[in-house]
């Protein structure tokens, strides 16, 4: 017998050193894993808000240079291109290159491709751009809108440069020449290389047909390729205005988080990407460090567990005894305060569950001064009802009603009970009467909508009488009796009136005609409604 229950001693320490260090392991190893997965989101965010404020920075670049081109637009429409004209021209392009320093210089050609003015210091027109991809696409199309060109190397400078563009269009309509602003490849070069995105991050920008202007890297800028095929504008920035996603790319296999915008007035998106793996190192490092530390509670863990299994094995089962008394004894105390609190037929509130809410809430509003509404419903003829159809079906019918009123509420403190047989009551707190009587043709007529048959009913089906009264503001001195009854002479008059109604307390109607005073374009309601 003692070499068994050793035995089971010996096991049960066992079993929890086992399960000890596992759930050690597995903690850690969840914490070290969103850890990751949190500073993965972060990058995301981060890389996103920089694409964004890169992406406002290139549109602001082209929009400054596209108002250029159409002060010029207007200049050659109103004076021609006459020689005093390209003089002035040239003077306000000179000017206008050495103002925005992204600008590499500024051209007008005519309608055969000729230079006719620039904002070189020297009027050079021997040269032809008559190839150039736009220049075709104005002399093709007709639009007065911005082109934006793949990038080229000057002819000029020899430098590479991006191209923005708008058409020249004489007054006929026809074909005049066109307007160009070349920006600086080395002018976002520069900029970019003040942004931190790692050794092997990047931030790529680029025309939204997937031609490639600028991609970035720490000791390496490019030009010129084609990305259409690349998965993050095939898959996404093709698709999206904006996002991120993890991707491996084609041209180095690297696995990189990128977040791409697209500008908002131009057709162009940015990139910003930082890798996975250089992102990650410090993780590594961190959880390399709490493995270690791991390992070595696990290894404490286990020499202490032996010693505590003991006292551990004696204490369990008184716990184990005292948990089963402690949840009984919850479940037998929740099972009595919902019978005590509600009603056994219709699962609303009870009479007495009603009654200490509304002087609760009653008390609750007279401090915050405040409105309280109540609304009494009455089943019309209801007897009669049960006395035709039997009391099973008559319990059936107050089911379904009840339903329909316990779905009515809309906040949290809002309260439905059954009053009593066939009566049932909302208390309504911070609601004020218009609110209330606003409710009450709602439930009426979602009662109504139940078409339920009633042969000695108004209409061949069930309806109810609701009376509603409402104390607004609650005073101290109010007292739940006299709401209570005001509701319920309100729903006397429903009744008497012929049922199948409703009917604000006099004392309500005074306040709607407060507020009607109050704001005298609003509309008037009257008491029988």
Known sequence: MLLNRRHSSVCLATLFVVLACAALI????????????????????????????????????????????????????????????????????????????????????????????????????????????????????????????????SKSTGLWIFTISRRITRADGSFGGVVLATISFDYFKRYYENFDVGHRGLILFALDTGMLLIRSTRGEVSTGQDLSNSAIFRDHASRRDRGSIELAARFDGEQRINSFVRLPRYPMFMTVAVSTDELL??????????????????????????????????????EVEAVKARVKTDQLNATLVQLAMHDGLTGLANRRHFDRTLSAELARVANEKGPLALILIDVDYF???????????????????????????????????????????????????????????????????????????????????????????????DSPLALIESADQALYQAKAGGRDRIVTAPQ???????????RPHSARSGQDL
């Open 508 to 518: 309500s109607l005074k306040v709607i005609a407060r507020d009607e005073l109050a």
């Open 281 to 318: 190192t410090g993780w590594r490092h961190d959880a390399y460090v709490r493995s270690i530390g791991i390992l070595f509670l696990v290894g404490v863990l286990a020499t202490m567990g032996r010693r505590l299994v003991r006292q551990i094995k004696r204490q369990a089962r008184a």
């Open 383 to 477: 007897k009669l009802y049960n006395d035709v159809y039997g009391h099973t079906k008559g319990d059936d019918c107050l089911k379904q009603i009840a339903a329909v009123i316990g779905r009515s509420k809309r906040r949290g403190r809002d309260l439905a009970a059954r009053y009593g047989g066939e009566e049932f009551a909302l208390v309504l707190p911070d609601c004020d009467i218009r609110g209330a009587t606003a409710l009450a043709n709602t439930l009426r007529q979602s009662i109504a909508e139940l078409r339920l048959p009633h042969s000695g009913g108004r209409h061949g089906h069930v309806s109810v009488s609701i009376g509603v009264a409402a104390l607004d503001p609650v005073q101290a001195h």
């Open 26 to 153: 597995g903690v850690d190893g969840w914490r070290t894993w969103q850890a990751r997965e949190r500073m993965l989101a972060q990058a995301a965010i981060d890389t996103g808000n920089m694409a964004q404020a890169l992406a406002r920075h290139a549109d602001d670049i082209y929009q400054e240079a596209d108002l250029v081109l159409r002060v010029v637009q207007e200049h050659i429409a109103e004076d021609g291109l006459d020689p005093k004209s390209l003089q002035r021209i040239h003077r306000q392009l000179v000017m206008q290159v050495n103002e925005l320093p992204q600008l590499n210089g500024i051209f007008v050609y005519d309608q055969d491709g000729r230079w006719l003015v620039n904002s070189q210091q020297t009027l050079d027109t021997t040269h032809n751009n008559a190839d150039r991809s736009y220049f075709i696409h104005h002399r093709d199309h007709a639009d007065d809108l911005p082109y934006l060109g793949p990038p080229v190397q």
